[in-house]
């Protein structure tokens, strides 16, 4: 079938990768239209809007997405960088893949965190008999996308409403001794609908691969409401799903544990920050950002992307250094989304037998300090490890 594929590189080190990822899809054989779309740093400077129109447009009707990396800084280093004719105009900076995920509802949010083998930057922990182990890592965190703390529901000095709202909660007293005008506020608002949804997907995915257990992981024993309705709707959802296991764990600890015993946790389902904390976490333990991919689905738009930032600092370095592993992940994960299983599992072999001969590999994977002096002590480049990955398709 024939199919058009929205790029947006983003910034910094984000157009890098995506071409990458772009030959290794096209080495696979997978050969659709790709259309450009403008998204980032770059276009909130010069417009004052970071996501522009004419690309929500395309997502709206092509409905696939792979997009690279941005720049996403402070409110007064944004608005400080703004072009001098757009300043006190009332231009606000978003996030603008934050953006894409509220406009399209790009809820479900999936994660995989997957060890490869030979690895070097892979979990090892220390055994009894003062030898080490290496337990494989197999999680898939499930992050709720588009509610909680990343919704943008925020103010500095509060409006008069807002405030006299918050005033009615009795835990408000102890701040009712300051003027308004001191105080910041971000709201963590959860609705039933979309809990359902991504514990719904969380459940369906842990049976569909051969996961025994769903973590929700929150922190329900203080955030009673948000954190309690997650661990309401996973019991519900639980009795739809008996094969599968409803495991808790507050995030705190889950910080603690997945460093002990990775191996114990199959699907793990969360909030939008707490999602954000825990993949990241789980990430760590397969070798970093540079492995990290991830997928944002909505009912009609599905966007993918690696979870690491721009590093801008790295973007001009000719020729590049850095991973293009989770971006050509994301891609894999994109042929999965549309049915493409067998692209999209030779590409997963071709990846982790480049990672298993050792041969090539890139500097975060060697241990060693980014920067431009990392090729000549040894260092890969990326267009070689996309070689390496073509070669062996």
Known sequence: MARTVVTMPGDGIGKVVLEEALRVLEAVGFDPDYVHAD????????????LPQRTIDLLREHGLGLFGAITSKPKWDADAELSPELKDKGFVYFSPIVGLRQVFNLDVCIRPCISF???????????????????????AVFRQNTEGLYAGLEWTDPPQN???????????KN?????????????????RTATRRIMKAAFQYA?????????????????????????????????????????SANIDAMMMWLTKNPEDYGVVVAGNMFGDIVSDAFAGLVGGLGFACSANIGDEVAVFEPTH??????????PPI????????????????IGEMEMAQRI??????????????????????????AIEQGAATTFQVTDAIIAKL
């Open 207 to 247: 049976e569909k691969h051969g996961y025994k257990s769903v973590t929700v992981c929150e922190k329900a024993n203080v955030l009673r409401e948000t954190s309690g309705m997650m661990e309401m709707v996973a019991q519900e959802v639980q009795k739809e799903h008996p094969s599968i296991q409803h495991w």
């Open 348 to 373: 997963r072999k071709a990846v982790a037998a480049v990672v298993a001969e050792g041969n090539v590999r890139t500097y975060d994977m060697m241990k060693m300090p980014g920067g431009p002096n």
């Open 39 to 50: 998204i980032g740093w770059e276009y909130w400077i010069n417009e004052g809007n970071p």
């Open 175 to 191: 701040w009712s001794q300051y003027e308004k005008s001191e105080l910041a506020i971000s709201t963590r608002v959860f609705s």
């Open 309 to 318: 930032g721009s590093a801008p600092k790295y973007e001009e370095l000719d």
């Open 162 to 172: 807002v405030y006299d709202a918050l005033a009615t909660h009795p835990k408000f």
């Open 322 to 337: 850095v991973n293009p592993i989770a971006m050509i992940l994301s891609a894999v994960m994109m042929l999965d989304h």
């Open 117 to 139: 083998a030979g690895n070097p930057l892979n979990f090892i922990r220390r055994t009894a008999d003062g030898g080490f182990e290496e337990p494989p890592v197999n999680v």
